[in-house]
């Protein structure tokens, strides 16, 4: 048997909600923006930090563990970029439409975000000690450091592992 058309206002109400998915183009829009912003910010720094580098040898006046601390920034601000582009693609996917993307940046689901983007942040995270190592002169500060990046990076395991177990589950119960 047919059932019931819905009333005219329910139909309307759901076409403009169905429309209004699109709205999210705003967010995708600013998120690739500032990727775009950053991973030019990186290349002027990389190119900045290389003249400065062969400048200093040229010099005399090279200073490996300076070169190798701003390098580390460059590569900080990269994955800051990706983390941006990972959030403006992911959203478009998620709301949009899919994009053709190779394996690694394809999003099917939000948890595929999650997951890519903490990965990302973990890695950030630990270039950032990285960079913070390679120019601190304290053993403490050092050490410091290396406790609180740690229990970052546990819990932020941990939450990836609750979010796969999760989606693993929900998927099985589909």
């Known amino acids: 048997m047919n059932e019931p058309a819905p009333p005219p206002f329910q139909t309307a109400l759901a076409s403009l909600l169905a429309r209004s998915r699109y709205a999210i183009l705003l ?3 600013a998120m690739v923006a500032v990727a775009i912003g950053l991973f030019g910010l990186a290349i002027a720094l ?4 290389l003249a400065d580098a062969y400048r200093d040898l040229a010099n005399g006046e090279f200073d490996a ?4 601390v701003n390098f580390l920034q460059t590569v ?3 994955l800051k970029a990706v983390v941006f582009y990972l959030i403006g693609t992911g959203l478009f996917s998620l709301f949009i439409g899919p994009l053709p993307m190779p394996a690694a940046g394809r999003i099917d689901s939000l948890t595929d975000l999650e997951v890519k983007i903490i990965g990302v942040i973990v890695v ?8 913070r190592f390679g120019s601190q002169g304290d053993a403490g500060d050092s050490l410091l450091s290396a406790g609180a990046l740690t229990v970052a ?5 941990i939450f990836q592992l609750i979010i796969r177990r999760d989606e693993a589950g ?3 119960r589909r």
């Open 124 to 131: 950030i995270l630990g270039t950032s000690f990285l960079e």
């Open 65 to 68: 563990t300076e070169v190798k």
């Open 76 to 78: 900080t601000i990269v």
């Open 46 to 49: 990389a190119a900045r930090d």
């Open 27 to 29: 967010a995708v829009i």
């Open 153 to 157: 990076v546990v819990g932020l395991a």
């Open 170 to 172: 929900a998927r099985e």
